[in-house]
């Protein structure tokens, strides 16, 4: 079964500061999405990955795919207080079986 | 634009019952997934429904079953509740096709005691 693991599970930074969460899968797969959690939430589609090399971004956050090493980046730029939120990836793999990562808590402090 | 919509959004049951969750997906969605997220966790995939079909399916016994309607909306069902299924279920609504970005629900927080 394919594994996806995310590292660091938790990451408390300061405002301002950069910072990279990563994400190992075990498998090739098809594509790699980055979805945000707010505390008692549910989840938001921050982007799709569709292919070796892709490169996505929107405002602070920066997504990146190298599927030859199995790993995604998800890349924070400057950080601020509104960032702070549950990042997870998912993996799809074997067409629409997703597998997703257990999440990474970030909390950035003023 | 209505989004992806779930019922009920909590819900208490005892070990051994039977649920039902609903789900309507978002305006011009034809695909319905449905995962089980334990608290603290990541959602775990349950399976997918396209065209009234089981399309795929996750590492779930067969106590969870599911359906899919001609409008596209869904239920999820599992029979001979466990404490352990105790969760928060989400469904999220895609297109078969292009980048299939699934779209989230608000979720049914389940407790069973």
Redesign the interface.
């Known amino acids: 079964?394919l594994k996806?693991e995310q590292n660091p599970l938790f990451l408390s930074m300061q405002e301002g500061k950069n910072y990279t969460i990563y994400c190992n899968y075990s498998t090739t797969s098809d594509?790699l999405?980055w979805?945000r959690q707010d505390p008692g939430?549910?989840?938001?589609?921050l982007f799709?990955l569709?292919s070796n090399g892709a490169v996505k971004q929107e405002g602070r956050l920066m997504a990146s795919l190298d599927t030859k090493a199995r790993l995604s980046t998800l890349h924070i730029t400057a950080a601020v207080h509104d960032l702070s939120a549950t990042y997870?990836c998912?993996v799809?793999y074997?067409?629409?079986?997703?597998?997703?990562?257990?999440?990474t808590k970030l909390n950035v402090k003023p | 634009d209505a989004g992806v919509t779930q019922s009920p959004t909590h819900l208490i049951k005892t070990r051994g019952q039977q649920v039902t969750l609903r789900c309507s997906p978002k305006s011009g969605h034809d695909?319905v997934?449905w995962?089980q997220q334990a608290l603290g966790?990541?959602?775990?995939?349950i399976f997918?429904y396209?065209e009234e079909e089981e399309?795929?399916r996750?590492?779930f016994p067969d106590r969870f079953s599911g359906h899919q309607f001609p409008n596209y909306s869904s239920e999820l069902n599992v029979n001979a509740l466990l404490l352990g299924d105790s969760a928060l279920y989400?469904c999220?609504s895609s297109l078969a096709s292009g980048?299939?970005?699934?779209?989230?629900?608000?979720?049914t927080r389940l407790l069973v005691l």
């Open positions: 079964e996806v594509r999405y979805y939430k549910s989840l938001e589609s799709v569709l997870f998912a799809e074997n067409f629409n079986k997703f597998y997703f990562g257990s999440g | 695909t997934s995962y966790q990541g959602p775990q995939f997918q396209y399309r795929q996750g590492n989400l999220a980048a299939r970005t699934q779209y989230f629900g608000p979720g």
